[in-house]
């Protein structure tokens, strides 16, 4: 079962990073080349603890659906969304946050277990553990660059 775990400094408040974290919106910009969009659940703003959301994206050639549910959340240091349905046998993504003064921590652990027993541990090694990786740092690029510029405003103040 591998466990992804990634740091990142952001040069904003805790709010904002936070936010920006758990917004809808974002994570469609962070995601546009594998064509995510959010089908049910909730599907703009900011999803807060109990929603959940459901995502259709192309991955490896394939449209695959996802949904997730926020089932913790402590306001601004720390959320947890996991699968609900989806490709997975099963995943938790947990999103830490730590005030460093001026900056943020921004903390992700996404622990995951791919489907099909032995099948799916080879291909964790080979190229699913790599590939969510880079998934996962592109969306925290993503949320790094709005949060220390002014995109941000785009996002959370319409």
């Not at 394939?62 to 601004?76: A, D, H, N, V």
Request: hydrophobic share 40%.
């Amino acid at each position: 079962m591998p466990k992804i775990e990634l740091r990142t400094e952001i040069q904003a408040s805790i709010d904002i990073v936070f936010d920006l974290s758990r917004s809808i919106d974002l994570h469609k910009i962070s995601t546009a080349h594998t064509k995510e969009t959010a089908i049910a659940g909730r599907t703009s703003g900011l999803i807060e603890l109990g929603e959940s959301v459901t995502w259709r994206a192309k991955h490896f050639g394939i449209y695959q659906k996802l949904t997730s549910k926020i089932t913790e959340y402590e306001r601004p240091i720390y959320f947890v969304d996991e699968m609900v349905s989806g490709a997975f046998s099963r995943f938790k993504h947990e999103h830490h946050f730590e005030n460093m003064n001026e900056k943020t921590l921004m903390i992700d652990i996404f622990d995951y277990q791919s489907p099909l027993g032995i099948l799916g541990k080879l291909a964790d090694k080979i190229f699913l553990e790599e590939y969510m990786t880079k998934l996962l740092s592109e969306r925290n690029r993503i949320v790094k660059d709005f949060a220390e510029s002014d995109q941000w405003k785009k996002i959370l103040c319409e």
